[in-house]
Every structure is written in C-alpha cells, then in structure tokens.
C-alpha cells in the first residue's frame, strides 16, 4: 500500500519554517548579541550613548545637543524636532528651503534673540546658530559660533574675555582624521566647563 502523499505546497512548507526560525534566531538574536558584545568591549563610551555624567547624575549625551536659553550659557544650533526640541526619537531637519517665509520667520526671530540677549555684538550671526541641522540634533556649533557668543557668556558671567575664548579653544574638536569636516565645539561639554569654574 503507498504511503499518502503531501501536496508540493505542505512538503516545501517545512523547509521554508525551518529557515525562517533559524534566520530569526540568527539575524534577530545571536548576531545583534554578538555586536553589542564587542561594541561594549572595543567601545564602551561609544556603546553607552556618550553620557556625561556630574556629581553622580546623568546631564547629556556628547551626542545629542541640548536646549539653552540662559544668557551666561553658550546656545546650541537650533532644533525643530516635535514635540520638543532635541528630541532623539524625532531626528529630522526643518525640509523647509531657503525661500520659504516660515524659514526666514524662524531665522528672524533666532537673530532677534541673539541681538537682544547682546546688544552689542554687532558681528554678523553665524548661520549654525539661526539654522536647524539635518538630523536636528547636532550637539556642536562652529569654532566662529562659540566665539560669537564669547563676549556675551563673559559679561554675564562676570569672566574676563579672554578666559572665555581659551575654554573655547580648549574645548574645540579638530577636524575627522585631520582632514575631514570642520573644527567644532560640543556645547554641552563647553556649558559644563563653564559651570565648573569658580
């Protein structure tokens, strides 16, 4: 007596499982394992998000920017993420062109802050600091940004001048591998040297 026969659709179905059970195991189990393994082992500044950390508390990611408002603080490069700005889950630029009148508006009203927290700075602004990045969560402005603001930190805080624009230099990044991108200054990093002064 012959044994029943499987349709070909129910003996190609086994196969097709097997394979989709031992792909998901492997692809989504084993392998992200293994990478965070060695993320956390060759990198694990990197692998715990860039975290700063002061007086046991957790205040930034060197990776994300941050929101400052306060005069004796630098600001950082504008960010239009929703619901709030910076928000790491919403990385997205503004996607409005140069011509668009809500762009202008917005860069209007970013220099008119600018202006009315220093009066008397009357240098050009630079352009990081009235216009949102691409992922708008750059946690760095320009060299020429930082100093912008130098005058203005120092007055409020009370610092001489020149003090301020050597924390500057002391916190400026070089560009990638000598060569690639532009020097830069983490403003989180920058904020938080400041706070530490006496």
Known sequence: MDKPRFSPFLASLRP??????????????????????????????????????????????????????????????PS???????????????SFGPLNPQLIDAVKARIAALRAADPDNLAPVPIDLVTASASGLDPEISVNAANYQAARVARVRGLAPERVRALIAQHTGGRLAGVLGEPRVNVLELNLALDALK
């Open 80 to 94: 239009v993420t929703t619901p709030q700005p910076y928000n790491g889950t919403a990385s997205n630029g503004s």
């Open 16 to 77: 097709a499982l097997v394979l989709f059970l031992v792909l998901s195991v492997l692809t989504g189990f084993l392998y992200p394992l293994l990478i965070t393994a060695c993320a956390q082992l060759l990198f694990p500044r990197q692998a715990q998000g860039s975290i700063l950390v002061r007086d046991g508390h957790a205040v930034g990611s060197r990776l994300i920017g941050q929101s400052f408002s306060d005069p004796g603080h630098f600001w950082s490069r």
